[in-house]
């Protein structure tokens, strides 16, 4: 008999927005390991069980080549109709049935999936501004954030740019969100979604490490943009520049302070953050 994982949800409507994630990660990322849907609950989901561990730094320039990876793959196959200023509604042309047959992972769930279950093969994905500008500008307001590199105006401006950037995804990648198994990487927990520029996901996994761990050598973090960066490189697409990647840091820095002290995070990133990464942010402001 498989294990499982049941994953409970507060209502429904979060539920299926998971399992919408969950379909949109399989049919955009078909070749990455996932755990595949076993049963569907009203307000829960049970999860095909795998065993391994959490993402640790030793893992990261992995989990950056698979970063990399996903983004590259997911904007060649669907996101680069995107614009990330706007939600983007993704149509799944594989069309998977309400019996349960997942026809993009190759998974048979044991569910009776009905229309209230999954209403839609649709799924769409929030815009990368709308969903973070009220909050940057709250918590700079609250004068909780540390030695924060980035203006209330300078968020703005970076969001402007943004719009104009090709779109990858942000997946809330923290080392919790993967699994090492003996023979590959599996990407978990589905419940945050939305468009993001190609590398601020990577710059959250990094964030995430160094506020648990403490710094990182900055040889690493390099070595970690670079290993992301070579699959959008390899498809003609920019990457994410070094300017780029030092602003989200910032940004997960402003976004996570509320969580400093909690889930692990026993280090704040102004304390930790390269020092580079705040030479790049003020030489460009003062140009």
């Known amino acids: 008999m498989m294990r499982t994982f ?62 990399g990876h996903q983004h590259t793959i997911a904007h060649t196959r669907d996101l680069h109709a995107a614009r990330l200023n706007t939600p983007h509604t993704s149509t799944d042309d594989t069309k998977a049935d309400r019996t349960g047959h997942d026809h993009t992972s190759g998974a ?61 995804f942000y997946k809330d990648a923290n080392p919790r969100n993967f699994l090492i198994t003996d023979t590959t990487v599996a990407v978990v927990d589905f419940d945050s979604l939305t468009l ?41 697409l920019p990457g994410c520049s070094w300017r780029e990647f030092a602003a989200w840091c910032e940004f997960h820095h402003i976004l996570t302070t509320p969580h400093h002290g909690t889930n692990g995070y026993r280090y704040s990133w102004h304390a930790i953050r390269p020092a580079w990464t705040t030479d790049i942010l003020r030489n460009s402001d003062n140009k």
Do not use: C
């Open 6 to 67: 049941t994953k409970t949800f507060a209502d429904p409507r979060t539920q299926q927005r998971s399992l919408a994630h969950h379909r949109w990660i399989a049919r955009t990322n078909p070749d990455v390991r996932i755990p595949h849907v076993v049963h569907v609950h009203p307000t829960a989901i049970d999860y095909e069980h795998l065993d391994g561990h959490h993402g640790t730094p030793d893992d990261l320039l992995t989990l950056a080549d698979l970063l």
């Open 108 to 168: 048979v769930t044991t569910a009776d999936v009905t229309t209230a279950d999954v209403t839609t093969a649709d799924v769409t994905i929030d815009d990368f501004a709308d969903s973070r500008r009220e909050r940057l500008h709250r918590l700079l307001a609250t004068g909780t954030v540390p030695s924060p590199l980035l203006t209330p105006g300078a968020i703005d401006d970076w969001l402007e740019q943004a719009a104009t950037m090709p779109a990858a």
């Open 196 to 236: 993001a520029p190609f590398g601020y996901d990577l710059a959250k996994i990094i964030v995430t490490i160094s506020m648990t761990v403490g710094p990182l050598p900055e040889d690493t973090i390099r070595r970690a943009v670079a290993a992301y960066n070579r699959h959008p490189e390899q498809r003609g």
